[in-house]
């Protein structure tokens, strides 16, 4: 099941490192957008490996990989940052390294790396201008996914 992650006054940055090429370090960094977290959901599996002997009764399941992803949704209304500040955000951007680091309130912020994977946008009257994003975790290029 997913983990939920959802503070008070939670705030998302994204930085930005360029198209995916199996080396995010290596590209220029194309900017910071600071923005209210509406919501966040992270989704890790495991991939595993029977690693029992042979004559084994039973398996013996092993982790040996895992990736996942993270959903986040933004409200894009009165961003701040060094990237360029159009709207939306993201769009265009599908394919890029990104650094997504979450400060839920008063809790100790978390850093997840990976590449966005799929984005949409709500724009509605009356409401705030948000946008969704999911972000792919393990990716070529990304040896550790989440930072403490």
């Known amino acids: 099941m997913p983990a939920k992650i959802i503070g ?41 490996a029977d690693v029992a002997a042979i004559g084994d009764a039973t398996q013996k399941m092993q982790k040996v990989k895992s990736s996942g992803t993270l959903e986040i949704e933004v409200v894009t ?3 701040t940052g060094t990237a360029p500040q159009t709207m939306p955000i993201f769009q265009g951007k599908d394919g890029f390294y990104v650094d997504v680091t979450i400060a839920p309130g008063t809790l100790t912020s978390k850093v997840y790396s990976g590449v966005i994977y799929n984005y949409s ?24 996914y989440f930072v403490a």
């Open 77 to 79: 209304n009165g961003v």
């Open 8 to 48: 008070e006054d939670c705030d998302v940055l994204v930085t930005f490192k360029g198209a995916q090429d199996g080396s995010p370090d290596a590209g220029v960094v194309f900017g910071s957008v600071k923005m209210f977290l509406r919501s966040a959901k992270l989704n890790i599996t495991w991939a595993t």
């Open 121 to 144: 946008f709500s724009v509605s009257s009356g409401e705030a201008v948000t946008e969704n994003v999911t972000i792919t975790l393990g990716t070529n290029g990304i040896d550790a």
